[in-house]
């Protein structure tokens, strides 16, 4: 996020939410947004279109924190949650919601820079993880799929498994395809045969 970044907190007290806007403010970050009813979140939400969310809840419930993060996007942007208390059923939510930061002590401006970058880096780190993560799943459907045609190559035609290989890899080539795009185009006549 190397642009300035559009911040928004979700702050039901002015005064906490001032005090905070001016940390933010002091700390190089001027493009602040208070939403102070949570009731239209999403819309609020998507009208301002944040890079980060910042929530401030006293005691929230779990259901409320399930909702607040699906609607604040928490997989598609940081979201920072401000708890008074500690609660670990919550604290374990928090996780399972993709928070980024579940901080308790409340939102107040001088622990502001600290948490917003610790924040953006976890949310960072997990969007990295979670493209590594469907990038290593695809590979293996790719895989899958493409041992799936050789094995219809090898009884249709008598092939080894390194012939039958090659002779995809060939076809690709010659077809300026790619290896899973003849595999699935086999697989597919294979059915349509049957």
């Not at 819309?43 to 006293?58: C, Q, Y």
């Not at 997989?75 to 604290?91: C, G, I, K, T, Y």
């Not at 993560?133 to 190559?153: F, M, P, S, V, Y």
């Amino acid at each position: 996020m190397s642009h300035p970044l559009k911040i928004v907190i979700v702050e039901q007290h002015k005064e906490r939410a001032e005090e905070v806007t001016e940390a933010l403010c002091h700390g190089g970050w001027a493009d602040v947004a208070i939403i102070s009813d949570d009731s239209h979140l999403a819309a609020a939400l998507s009208e301002h279109d944040p890079d980060i969310v910042l929530i401030d809840l006293s005691n929230p419930r779990r259901d409320t924190l399930e909702a607040l993060s699906e609607v604040s996007g928490a997989h598609q942007r940081p979201v920072a949650m401000f708890v008074d208390q500690s609660n670990p059923e919550l604290s374990a939510a928090a996780v399972r919601a993709g928070l980024s930061a579940y901080v308790v002590g409340g939102l107040s401006g001088d622990r502001i820079r600290p948490i917003l970058e610790t924040a953006i880096a976890r949310f960072r780190m997990m969007s990295q993880m979670q493209s590594e993560l469907e990038a290593a799943k695809q590979a293996l459907e790719n895989r899958k799929t493409i041992d799936r045609a050789k094995g219809l190559l090898i009884r249709a035609k008598g092939l080894s498994e390194e012939e039958a290989y090659q002779l995809m890899r060939k076809s690709a080539m010659d077809q300026g395809k790619r290896m899973i795009d003849v595999a699935q185009a086999l697989i597919t006549a294979a059915e349509l045969l049957r």
